[in-house]
């Protein structure tokens, strides 16, 4: 009932407003997207169009984890998700199921798991799981639940049995299994989702997965069709806030509605099914983007218009009334992801970070913050964290803190004084080395060394006294940081989207057949979840390329002209001169054994001096063709003299184009992606990447010379003789020209 | 090209090579580029490339040296709200940013060291100008003054156009008029003995109604009372080689507006340092870096000083500032800056032309040096010379490189007890890692040594400097910190130079020095039981430990410094040979050659036998003067008889009682000095960086020993009690 009188409220609306009819006006406000729902009155009395569940379920189960399942480890942890709810699903009852299981070393008396939802804590049971897993339905009470997104966090307060080392510490885990964890509703009628701003609540499948079933009329064969797909298919993984989408195309709609699986029905407005028949009218007047009921009540996206040219602007809607804003975080990132520009600093509080009192032996805490495409400081420059915290007498030397970025060690501090220490302003000086543009995580870990724990009483791994305190106003201190780009790095593009995402109009060329589309969709959307920002292609045939223009060439290796593979940086099947193939199958066994004094020397500087030969190279050797493995997916950027940065997503065929693709956008793999070419064969686990040697940098404007000053640090120290070089020549320039003074200043010899 | 544009693009060039260097680079860049340059200077130097070589290996340099300054500023200082590291670490900082700023001005003026000026003669056609030689006394004695006069009168220049002055301060009409009856009975004789020795010489004798404005005074009323063009000074202990006039008078024909003839001060005996180390035969002299290289650069920016003595100055210059300047207690340099800034100009004759005598002891030489130093602060706070108008800018650089030059006890004081705030009480007043510490400092300290023996080498050992400064610095900072306080305090004291240590023991001065030692050697107690029960920061305690242990050292060699040995005065002997004459026992003149000569005796070989003379017996000894002396006969008295061979060496020792007879020792001892200048330039050697080092080591190990010896032996009543 409530449902129909929105609708006829929204219709009357949209026949108020005939300026809504045309074809630009989706970026107003959110709540437009209900203008261009199909309004029921303009088929009025359609049976088909009335949803009407006959056999609703008394309870409505939302898997919640956008993952294969979550592991909380070492004595402290936690993680949280996010699950978006539309308003009635809030509304009802609801239950939180899970089942966990852990170590066997978990003391299960002195640990805990807490779960909060939305900042209230709904339980605190004891981790005594390590048989078998513990099935866990908690009520969630009336009222924590909302409209939007919810944030789920699972917290583990985890102590060893027996032991009071740090090293035990990393034997405590408490897992907890995708496939269990779900939010239960209770209530009929809690599945459909009418609104576009709830396309979110589509959510994640039992695996942690969400799919898009693409239901279109001829598989998106021309080149209007995947232009169009592939804003749509950005704007939906978008909006979903989930990490990647899996899509495919569809048959035949789905039977049911079912969380983590969304058809979407993209066709101009003459060419839709009978099923959709009630959107038909409206989209023969005007591009329309709306949620269509079906009998079925599977949750149907409707993305249609009079012409190709129109659908292209429907899906705007989509963004318009579910933006990817910091205030609906993505499904698997609930916590602050600030953007740190040149100069900012951000507290712990600001990152997610709660103050801690701690009587462990090992604690860390991850955080993430964003960097821009142009960050170019990761050789020279030092990001600060400046420490509140203390730690009490019983604290021994040999303690100390660690910082992670991106999971790689960056610094470590010990902790000094033996009578208990105040870390006041402390800065500890973390460089950047492995930070990049996007998404970059750092972790907090504290090992603290104890009086007490050498004696290690029983029961003292959870009764000991609180030993550390981290106050969360430690803030980390930004300095201002070199502004630039390199090209080729596909690190770049796969945090930032860089140079894509800036550009009015990208030029893709998209090979033949459905996988290869699929591919690109997939690709062009993983893009767009990572950077929270869409990239406006255009599908133009391989020949129209332009070596002028950034662009982005998605087809088997096969498939590329003669006259265009030589820019992809790929080689074609029996090229010569390549490198990669199974060379590093092959290589595997050399070097190990045989070391030449000249390896001693390089080692010997990396290990004491930190030293790499590689930053000691006058002329870098020449990027040759990459010549992929069989069936491995490849993707690579070159920078083409004229301009145009080009990257090419390639493997052996269609199929296992498709296939890597899948495995590829998988947010682990997606990290990985660096240097000029990264390639990933079915049979590996990790992403195989070749580092760029000749690169080009692209200064910002406008021209700033304190800019250019950074980049000249950063890139200096990446190429150190040539800094020498500089020194050294100035150091002569000067020495010439003092001596030419010399002999005219001051008195005559 | 003109001057102009070659200092527009020597200044744009710079600019350039500034912004190179302080690019934020990452530590490795840094590191692999300070080595390289590190490895390009030691080529340079092992190969001893000289001209635009040495000059590009003291470009590499700067460069590091700019690296590690823009590194300590950037990234070392403690945080500012930790004050209690913040305040240590920014001293620190201060006395190293100090170090740099006076390696940088020395730089400056040592770039190129103006070569030897040629000996010019004067034109025969014109007429030999007029001179008057001020010998300004206070309370040197008898024996010594004449001495000096009687070198003065041997000077080689025509007879009636030279007058010397004795300048007596010592008997003024205030002196004899003292109420206490004792000491004007004092000043009484000291005047007529003075009077009669002048009479005798043919010198003139003046003094004054009271004692006003020291020396400065004193020279202001030998101006007033005179009327050459020019103006000698020698101090009353410095006797002019015969050649003094004919070296110096003639520049001043060249140019109508020089001031100013310095000439270096040569010394024939050690100062304590050298005696009590015993390096004066091997280690050129401290004051040999000030004149054999600092005044031949000052001299290249007509910044040359004056230097109180063993110099030539033009009365009409001295005039337009009213003589000498007295309001600091260094009235030498303040004059020379007060006329460098009118537009007068200066120049340095580096050639010793006058053979003096340095402080004997440890105390008379700190007194020495607290003067200098006060008046140089005197003058760095009553004329600053970055700013003084009428100087150009080299010249302003040049003076403040001599002035801020004596601030060193400050620094020297702050690195003597800087590892102290870590090893006693934890402070991090230097906040870098381990490799950052080798990276940036070590490759500092490295660049800096070998910066400082490429531009001081021949003239200064490597620690040397060190040690002078610690030795100095010891008694000079409370001295420099009551200049401070008050400006207008510091009184002229006169340095005695005629004492001798007749016994070994240790100086009045030395308590402090065993004090310092002890607490070091306590701090290296620490270190040792900071790294056994702190493992966990050996790494830095070595660093701090090892800079510790430095001092250490530095301050054992300073024990030896102040323990005093026994030498009786006037044994340096300078070797010669001269024909001369001895009266036998029987009154019969023999051949005999002259082959050393000291100022209290000469060594006289006879190849003939003893000719019945022995010791204790008085004679006679004659030769030919140089100069033209009215008698030839000296009398001596027979101090040794050596056998050598089938001939002897008689040991005599002066029995002067005529005043000629003061003109002929001073003829044999200050005629030549092309004499000194073979002496000083044998020991004038760059021993190089390793070798001075593992010298410096062997002496301080020896020293340090010799010094706690003294302690037992003598230190009972002078340094443990009152």
């Known amino acids: 009932m409530m449902m129909r009188a929105l609708l006829s409220s929204a219709a009357v609306i949209a026949a108020l407003s005939p300026a809504w009819a045309q074809p630009v006006p989706f970026d107003m406000t959110p709540e437009n997207d209900l203008v261009v729902q199909p309004a029921p009155q303009a088929v009025p009395g359609t049976p088909t169009v009335t949803p009407a569940p006959v056999a609703a379920p008394a309870a409505f189960e939302r898997p919640i984890l956008p993952f294969d399942s979550l592991r909380l480890t070492g004595e402290e942890d936690k993680h949280g998700i996010v699950v978006y709810l539309t308003e009635a699903q809030a509304a009802a009852p609801a239950t939180l199921d899970f089942s966990f299981i852990n170590a066997l070393v978990v003391a299960p008396e002195i640990s805990s798991l807490r779960v909060r939802i939305n900042n209230t804590e709904i339980s605190n049971t004891a981790i005594a799981s390590s048989s078998a897993a513990t099935p866990v339905s908690l009520p969630v009470p009336a009222g924590v639940l909302r409209a939007g997104p919810n944030m789920i966090e699972f917290r583990a307060s985890q102590r060893h049995r027996t032991d009071c080392t740090v090293d035990s510490t990393y034997q405590l885990w408490t897992e907890i299994k995708s496939t269990d964890a779900k939010l239960v509703l209770a209530g009929a009628g809690l599945a459909p989702i009418q609104q576009l701003t709830d396309l979110a609540a589509v959510g994640v499948d039992a695996q942690g997965d969400t799919a898009l079933r693409l239901i279109t009329a001829n598989g998106l064969a021309d080149a209007q069709a995947q232009s169009a797909a592939m804003r749509i298919a950005q704007q939906i993984g978008l909006s979903m806030r989930v990490p990647k989408l899996d899509i495919s195309f569809a048959d035949a709609p789905s039977e049911a509605a079912t969380p983590g699986v969304l058809d979407v029905a993209i066709m101009p407005a003459a060419e839709l099914p009978a099923e959709l028949e009630a959107a038909r009218a409206q989209a023969s007047a005007g591009p329309i983007a709306a949620m269509v009921p079906v009998a079925t009540g599977a949750y149907t996206l409707v993305i249609s218009g009079p012409n190709w040219e129109s659908i292209a602007r429907a899906g705007d809607a989509i963004l318009t009334a579910a933006p990817a804003s910091n205030d609906r975080p993505r499904l698997d990132l609930p916590y602050p992801l600030p953007m740190m520009e040149e100069g900012t600093n951000a507290s712990m509080a600001s990152l997610g970070v709660d103050r801690l009192e701690f009587n462990g032996r090992r604690f860390t805490t991850t955080m993430q913050f964003e960097l821009p495409s142009d960050f170019y400081a990761y050789r020279y420059g030092e990001l600060e964290l400046v420490l509140e915290a203390a730690y009490s007498r019983d604290v021994l030397p040999g303690s100390e803190i660690d910082i992670y970025t991106n999971g790689q060690i960056a610094s470590a501090t010990p902790m000094l004084r033996t009578e208990g220490g105040l870390l006041k302003d402390t800065r500890i000086r973390i460089p950047m080395t492995n930070l990049r543009p996007g998404r970059n995580e750092a972790t907090f870990a504290v090992n603290l060394q104890t009086r007490s724990d050498v004696a290690c009483g029983a029961g003292w791994t959870g009764s000991a006294p609180t030993r550390f305190v981290l106050s969360n106003n430690s803030y980390f201190h930004m300095p201002d940081y070199a502004r630039a780009t390199t090209v080729p790095d596909l690190q770049v593009l796969t945090g930032s989207s860089w140079p894509y995402v800036d550009e009015a109009n990208v030029p893709a060329a998209i090979g033949q057949g459905r996988d290869t589309v699929l591919s690109a969709l997939m690709f062009a959307t993983r893009l767009a979840t990572a950077s929270n920002r869409m990239i406006n292609f255009t599908i133009i045939p391989e020949a129209d390329l332009s070596p002028e223009q950034d662009a982005v060439l998605i087809m088997p290796t096969g498939a590329v002209s003669q006259t265009n593979i030589g820019r992809t940086g790929v080689a074609a099947a029996g090229q010569p001169g390549a490198q990669g193939g199974d060379d590093s199958l092959l290589d595997q066994f050399a070097g190990g054994e045989t070391s030449s004094p000249l390896t001693n020397v390089e080692s010997w500087l990396r290990e004491h001096l930190g030293v790499d030969t590689a930053d000691l190279r006058l002329i870098p050797p020449p990027d040759t063709p990459y010549m992929p493995g069989a069936e491995a997916v490849v993707v690579s950027q070159t920078h083409q003299p004229e301009g145009g940065v080009w990257t090419f997503l390639t493997s052996t065929s269609p199929a296992t184009l498709r296939a890597g693709t899948e495995r590829l956008i998988d947010t682990v793999m997606w990290r990985e992606i660096a240097g000029r070419v990264s390639a990933l064969a079915p049979g590996d686990n990790e992403v195989t990447s070749v580092p760029a040697e000749m690169v080009s940098i692209v200064v910002p404007e406008p021209f700033s010379p304190t800019n250019l000053r950074r980049i000249a640090a950063n890139w200096f120290s990446g190429n150190i003789l040539y800094f020498t070089f500089a020194i050294v020549l100035g150091a002569v320039l000067l020495m010439l020209m003092t001596s030419r003074m010399l002999t005219r200043i001051g008195r005559p010899s | ?722």
């Open chain 2, 1 to 722: 090209m003109n001057k102009a544009l070659t200092v527009i693009l020597w200044i744009a060039i710079s600019a350039v090579v500034i912004t190179l260097v302080t690019i934020p680079v990452s530590l490795q860049t840094h590191l692999v580029m300070g080595a390289v340059l590190l490895l390009a200077m030691m080529v340079i130097k092992l190969l001893k490339l000289e001209g635009n070589w040495r000059l590009l290996l003291l470009t590499f340099g700067t460069i590091i040296v700019l690296r590690y300054a823009y590194w300590r500023t950037t990234s070392t200082l403690p945080p500012i709200d930790q004050w209690m590291d913040f305040i240590p670490g920014l001293i620190l900082y201060l006395a190293e940013m100090y170090c740099i700023l006076m390696l940088f001005l020395s730089l400056f003026v040592v770039v190129r060291p103006m070569p030897s000026h040629k000996s010019i003669r004067l034109p025969d056609d014109e007429p030999v100008p007029l001179v008057d030689v001020f010998i300004p006394t206070y309370n040197e004695d008898y024996e010594l003054l004449a001495g000096t006069l009687a070198a003065a009168k041997g000077m080689d220049y025509p007879e009636d156009r030279f007058t010397v002055w004795l300048l007596d301060d010592g008997s003024t009409d205030a002196k004899r008029n003292n109420p206490d009856p004792e000491q004007a009975a004092d000043a009484q004789e000291r005047h007529e003995q003075l009077k009669k020795l002048c009479e005798d010489l043919g010198c003139r004798y003046l003094t004054r109604a009271r004692n006003e404005h020291a020396k400065a005074g004193n020279l202001n009323n030998g101006l007033a009372n005179s009327t050459g063009e020019f103006i000698a000074v020698f101090d009353a202990d410095h006797a002019p080689a015969r050649d003094f006039l004919q070296e110096t008078v003639p520049f001043f024909g060249r140019d109508n507006r020089l001031f100013l003839v310095q000439t270096p001060h040569f010394f024939l005996n050690p100062d304590p340092l050298e005696r009590n180390l015993r390096t004066f035969e091997v280690m050129p002299s401290e004051n040999e870096m000030f004149y054999g290289v600092i005044q031949r650069g000052l001299d290249r920016w007509n910044a040359a000083f004056f230097c109180g003595s063993a110099a030539l100055l033009r009365r009409e210059a001295l005039v337009t500032t009213n003589g000498f300047s007295g309001r600091s207690i260094t009235e030498d340099c303040e004059t020379a800056i007060e006329l460098h800034s009118r537009g007068w100009n200066s120049i340095y004759v580096d050639k010793p032309l006058v053979a003096g005598l340095q402080p004997v002891t440890f105390a008379s030489f700190i007194g020495q040096r607290t003067r200098w130093a006060q008046g140089m602060m005197q003058i760095l706070l009553f004329s600053f010379p970055l700013f003084k108008a009428g100087l150009n800018l080299p010249q302003r650089l040049c003076y403040l490189s001599s002035t801020f030059f004596w601030l060193f006890p400050i620094p020297r004081m702050i690195f003597l007890f800087a590892p102290f705030f870590y090893l006693f009480f934890d402070l991090q007043v230097f906040t870098a890692s381990g490799g950052e510490f080798a990276a940036y400092t070590l490759t500092y300290v490295v660049v800096n040594l070998v910066m400082q023996n490429s531009l001081f080498g021949r003239w200064r050992w490597p620690w040397i400097s060190e040690l002078y400064e610690y030795i100095q610095s010891v008694h000079l900072l409370g001295a420099l910190f009551s200049v401070a306080r008050n400006p207008y305090k510091p009184s002229f004291t006169v340095t005695a130079k005629d004492e001798s240590v007749e016994s070994s023991r240790l100086s009045e001065l030395a308590r402090p020095f065993y004090l310092i030692f002890l607490l070091l050697v306590i701090a290296v107690g620490m270190t040792i039981w900071k790294i056994g029960a702190q493992p966990y920061q050996a790494e830095v305690t070595m660093v701090v430990g090892g800079w510790n242990i430095f001092n250490l050292i530095l301050a054992g060699c300073a024990l030896g410094v102040v323990s005093e040995r026994r030498e009786g005065w006037g044994s340096r002997r300078v070797a010669v040979e001269r024909r001369c004459e001895i009266r036998g026992a029987d009154g019969e003149w023999m051949r005999g050659m002259m082959v050393n000569v000291s100022s209290g005796g000469v060594a006289v070989r006879l190849p003939t036998g003893a000719a019945g003379l022995g010791r204790g017996m008085p004679t006679g000894l004659r030769f030919t003067p140089l100069s033209n002396i009215y008698g030839t006969d000296l009398p001596v008295t027979i101090q040794s008889v050596t056998q050598e061979g089938k001939g002897v060496i008689f040991g005599c020792r002066y029995a002067p009682d005529r005043g000629y007879h003061y003109r002929l020792i001073a003829d044999l001892i200050y005629a030549n000095s092309g004499n000194w200048q073979m002496r000083q330039s044998a020991r004038q050697v760059n021993i190089g960086i390793l070798r001075g080092t593992a010298r410096f080591l062997g002496i301080a190990l020896y020293q340090t020993g010799r010094g706690l010896g003294y302690l037992l032996r003598f230190g009972s009543g002078k340094v443990l009690g009152k």
